[in-house]
């Protein structure tokens, strides 16, 4: 029976190139302008699944795009692994940052991808890291080595919000029933770094709209005298940090978990170099709130970001206007026990109650979900760090990332299980900006972990 | 020899089919896309101008879009009146506020004008003020009622800060020579309140780019970390007025003007209703700088207006991104003794001075322009003054605009001559904005009124 690495070696090629196939269509959730290519990709993703021994897969309709289903259950004794992925990305603009259009897949080697790194949106985040797993799964059943079930649950709709996969787990706990959820939607600190993810921030999503008059206005004949919503809504959000760039919004802090400082220094021996982080950034200082590292800032602390504004006139040249309405999307990252639906009322109460006379305010919650943390003492956490320490040679260190999945603290609530984070992107490969890629070292190591944890997992609960 | 009243009844028709075809085309100077338009535009002037009976008419070349010049000299012992207007428009976005397309021309009744106002972009700035100049011409030079001698100089600048015309002025002295200077370009307060606009402010117009990350980031692995430009551009922003709403540009208000409390009390006779004001424009409250009535605000005082705002996602739907760059267009209308150049200067070494750490600021100057203040005892005021009795059967009231025509100035300092605005055109007519048009009524009200300014200026000269 061939090991993995043998088989890995003599089918890398063609594990390149069929994950290059499918990060050629452009699954992008956000706009409804490629329904056809998201829906396309979950038929891909069927395939797939079916190719790798998956006996029975389906695709869950939903109310938006579908779920991927598919499972190999070899024995109802032996336990049973959820694995989660998602096919959909996230919107490629800005295109001119672009060096290679991003849905035209490229390898091109880098200072810290010598072997190459595949260039194309959701080349790590996450068709690459997902296909990981269908391609480990291949390996397992094609060898004989799958040492216990395994059910795949594969979406598209996580980039925006994962609404009806909370549906469907709620109304489907019996067929998702397992014993650990196996996700890689995150990354490790460095290539020689294998770290495993505990803690997830959790996530509100708004829409703003400051409207003043009814019509656009000349900037000459009314300047001064009416509400310009541009100023008054940059007045707004300015306020929303006060100068030690903490959260101005009554009550956003209070149920914040607070680290001792037994904990945080744990956290501060990850290492760090924040000369590198900066150079990397091409930025000449960090920014954030007073009192916390920058390990902090983006890990254990909630934060407040503007991810879009627009109003006014944005064309070439001038136009001296006073605009009618202005907008901005903001985000709030959650840390464990705040609430996303209680954080998102409080912003909307708040951001309400600061609109100065003149103006009308408008927010709407897009969607959200809750941070998470996972213990390192469960099985699962000790399948995943052995079977870091076989294919790195190295015991991976915990660490709490500042992303979001907003499923995951969900999958606990209703499914009663463990997830298990085991991320081999870097936060290098630039994951939903410009130029986002997942080097070749980093897939084909995934590929290779992955069935060790099937098999410390299973020996572990047995 | 027939009067202007029955010439104006017999070619009603006509004089608005003219002005019709001269909307139809779109002459956006702020936009290279249209530069075909623009130039096609001039041409259609220079026709007009010949068939309105001038002598002379050329195309005179700018290293941007053509000025159209025409004369007609019939007695260099007489005065001779230069009447400027521009033949360019503002863009039209946002279209989806039309309620028919901006360059498809139609006549529509309206509360205020039950004659009918033709509606598009231009209708009265300023193809149709500048065209009932250009008709009146016509009524003189055939009817044998031309009593000076004119000068028409038409640019296709005026919307993006007139430089070039600016470079042709300075060169030719001698050819716009003049006795005063004709331009309808502003409003009145009225249908039945004819006002003379004594007064219009400068103009600064710069655009900020804010700088952060070199790239696109993700907003829960970075954010909080690393200043995000969307946030630090609306501090920025915020920062530039106070709580009072006054600009805090160290500078700023140095030169500005303070009127007496007499000539205050003399402006607030002017006929304002807060509420009409408020509800034509559907809002709660006015808003400006503490201490300054409306009316006083958007004229008097100077202001800082963000014109256009945009960056990070703009897109349907959300993304977690945390942009590299945020920008802003921001327009200062300044009052007569601020001078545009140093306060763009100002406003430059302040912006870049408060940028905090971890975010680089770039502030580009578009243009300018210098605020005006005309007398009200000259001969030319007093020429327009009888002509408005002279066909509204009262006394013009004398008015500041918040409005900037940055040519004026200039006019006076290289060409020693005096301008008279003899606008037509009503607040409410949407100039700048969606649905902008013009008065049937205003229209040939302006044509009727011309020829008595030519008559009584001639008179009062001799």
Redo the contacts between chains.
């Keep these: 029976m061939q090991s993995i690495n043998s088989y890995i070696t003599e089918h890398k090629q063609r594990f390149l190139d069929e994950l290059i196939e499918l990060l050629k269509i452009p699954s992008i ?4 302008a490629y329904k056809s290519d998201v829906l396309k990709t979950a038929d891909t993703i069927k395939t797939s699944l079916e190719k790798a021994g998956c006996d029975h897969v389906e695709i869950c309709e939903t109310e938006g795009y579908p779920i991927v289903y598919g499972e190999k259950i070899i024995d109802k004794n032996l336990p049973t692994i959820l694995v989660y992925g998602h096919y959909d990305v ?2 490629p ?2 295109l001119d ?1 672009w060096n290679s259009p991003p849905f035209e897949p490229v390898i091109q080697k880098t200072e810290l991808h010598p072997e190459g790194a595949i260039f194309a949106r959701g080349a790590c985040d996450d068709k690459g890291q997902m296909y990981m797993h269908v391609k480990a799964m291949e390996y397992m059943t094609s060898n004989n080595e799958l040492p216990c079930n395994v059910k795949f649950m594969i979406e598209g709709e996580e ?3 994962s609404v009806n996969l909370a549906k469907f787990v709620a109304s489907n706990r019996e067929k998702l029933a397992n014993d650990v959820i196996l996700i890689s939607d995150t ?1 490790m600190i460095a290539k020689d770094v294998p770290s495993i993810t505990t803690g997830l ?1 959790g ?1 509100s ?1 708004v829409e703003v709209e400051v409207t ?17 919503p ?2 008054v ?3 707004m ?3 929303l ?1 006060d100068e030690n760039n903490h959260i101005t919004i009554p009550g956003f802090y209070d149920k914040v978990e607070n680290l001792s400082d037994a904990e945080r220094a744990e956290m501060a021996k990850a290492p760090f170099s924040l000369d590198a982080y900066k150079k990397s ?9 007073a009192g916390y590292s ?2 902090e ?2 890990s254990i ?3 407040l ?20 309405k ?4 903001i ?1 709030m ?1 959650l840390v464990p026990n705040q609430d996303w639906e209680d954080i998102t009322q409080l912003f909307k109460s708040h951001f309400e109650s600061i609109a ?4 009308k305010v408008k927010v709407t919650p ?2 959200g979900g809750q941070g998470y943390v996972t213990p390192i003492d469960s099985v699962g956490y000790k399948a995943a760090s052995k079977a870091y320490e076989q294919t790195f040679g190295k015991t991976p260190i915990p660490q709490r ?4 999945i907003p499923i995951v603290s969900l999958f606990e609530q209703e499914l009663k299980s463990k997830t298990i984070l085991m991320g081999f992107g870097l ?1 290098s490969d ?6 986002e890629h997942f080097g070749v070292w980093n897939y084909l190591k995934g590929i290779e972990t992955i069935p060790w944890f099937y098999k410390y997992f299973t020996e572990l609960k047995s």
Excluded: C, F
Excluded at 306 to 318: D, K, L, Q, R, S
């Design positions: 959730s956000a706009d409804s996230q919107p603009d800005p940052l980039e925006v919000g990354g921030r996530l999503y003043g008059p009814n019509r656009d206005l000349h900037s000459g004949l009314y300047g001064g005298a009416v509400a310009n541009i100023n809504l940059t007045k959000i300015a306020s940090h950034l091409d930025i000449d200082a960090v920014y954030g709130e920058t390990n800032r983006n602390r909630p934060t970001d503007v991810n879009g504004i627009w109003g006014g006139y944005t064309g070439e040249g001038a136009k001296t206007v006073i605009a009618s202005a907008y901005a999307k985000s990252r100065p006379n003149g103006v897009h969607h990332s500042g992303g979001s936060d630039a994951i939903h900006s410009p130029n």
